[in-house]
């Protein structure tokens, strides 16, 4: 009955909504640059195809194969294409208003900084950069050039995960006392850029653990006040020579509530997990791209599955096009915040000592 009445409330309001915005713009669309076209781009050029109020008009690529199949497949013009060395000539392109950077971690400050050089509003994966103080150095970069920029946290547009939020920042089960959240993956591929620090600036706590922290963060509704962390054993010695194998940490925020979390890239997990004075609410698969499930104390819950790049995509393009600014959950700051949290975790398990932030 809950349920029912839930989905009747929401899916018509989120299609009249869409309707009504497209009725809005009619047909105008924020143009869009793909920096770096691996894994993750792909899986974004996807999330084209259905938006609203964004095109895929733009690549910057270092590999010239990928630029002749990527002009083909999304008809890109040669204009809007470009490489690692002619990047900044983008500044002479009207036809691009955004640059989304999907490089490896290290690259994303050097690319937000000359797409916000160029006067370009600009995107950047998560983690934001390899310290916080890189994450300064970009909020400012586009402060300075008068550019909006986003962290690519799609679970923002995600309504499990909205869900989540919702229940423990209005307190539905009463206050948050405890966070659980786990993501990990096994890797066992010693080649690529994530096990590798000057690209990755770490491992499974800069590209999963950031999600953990980002939850416990939002669930709680607060910024914790001090950090306790452990590195597990390093199971793979030949493959985790520079990043960590697994991470435990835990976190203390100023109410009361604490978050335990872990990441890995020595075993599959992808929970979250709050326990409230009455009740609790959880999710498993909760962070991939679902689809999820998700329950409270009360009930299952049920919400649609949709692509969250595309919701992703969308959202942050409307702003866009609206000249509004672009919430606060999404932008530099939010990821500086994460960062400054990441950056006390790593210190704290190389010297066992409890850091205060
Ligand atoms: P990939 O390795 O698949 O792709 C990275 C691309 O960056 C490469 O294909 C290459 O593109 C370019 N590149 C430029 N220099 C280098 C270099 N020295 N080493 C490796 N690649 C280089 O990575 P992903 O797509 O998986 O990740 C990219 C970013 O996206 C990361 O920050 C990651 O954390 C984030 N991400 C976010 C996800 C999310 O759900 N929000 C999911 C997955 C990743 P080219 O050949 O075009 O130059």
Redesign the pocket.
């Known amino acids: 009955m809950g349920m029912g009445a839930t989905m009747a409330a929401i899916v018509p309001s989120f299609i009249r909504q869409r309707q009504k915005l497209h009725d809005k713009y009619s047909g105008k669309k924020l143009n869009v640059a793909l ?9 974004l050029a996807d999330g084209f195809a259905d938006a609203q109020y964004c095109r895929l008009a733009g ?5 010239p194969a ?2 002749v199949a990527w002009k083909q497949k999304h008809a890109i013009p040669d204009q809007n294409i470009y ?2 060395q002619n990047f900044d000539t983008i500044v002479n392109n009207k036809d691009i208003d955004l640059v989304y ?5 290290s ?2 400050k050097e690319y937000v900084i000359r797409a916000a050089r160029a006067g370009k509003h600009v995107i ?4 934001m950069a390899n310290s916080a103080s890189d994450c300064a150095e970009m909020i400012k970069a586009c402060q300075d050039a008068h550019v909006q920029l986003a962290v ?3 679970l923002h547009y995600e309504p499990y995960n909205m869900e989540m939020k919702r229940l423990g920042q209005e307190k539905v089960f009463g206050a948050v006392r405890l966070v659980e959240a786990s993501l990990g993956y096994r890797v066992d591929d010693a080649n ?3 096990l590798h620090k000057a ?2 600036g770490g491992g499974p706590l ?2 999963l653990g950031v999600y953990c922290l980002q939850f416990s963060r939002y669930v709680i509704g607060e910024e914790p006040v001090s950090v306790t962390a452990q590195f597990g054993p390093n199971t793979n010695p030949q493959i985790f020579s520079e990043v960590e194998t697994s991470i435990t940490w835990q976190l203390n925020f100023p109410g009361g509530a604490v978050s335990n979390c872990s990441s890995s890239y020595n075993c599959n997990v992808d929970r979250v997990y709050a326990s409230a004075e009455n009740g609790f609410f959880e999710m498993s698969p909760a962070i ?2 679902g689809p999820f499930r998700g329950r409270t104390s009360k009930a299952e819950l049920h919400f649609p599955d949709i692509n ?2 595309t919701a992703q995509l969308d959202g942050i393009a409307k702003l866009l096009l609206e000249n509004k600014p672009l919430p606060a959950h999404i932008s530099g700051e939010e990821g500086w915040k994460d960062m400054r949290v990441i950056d006390a975790i790593y210190a704290s398990a190389a010297t066992g000592r409890k850091i205060v932030l």
């Open positions: 920096c770096g076209l691996g894994t993750y781009a792909n899986i690549i910057v690529t270092g590999t990928k630029a490489n690692y950077v999907v490089l490896p971690n690259m994303h950047t994966e998560k983690p690519g946290y799609r690529q850029w994530r690209l990755s800069m590209n991939s791209y969250q790049q």
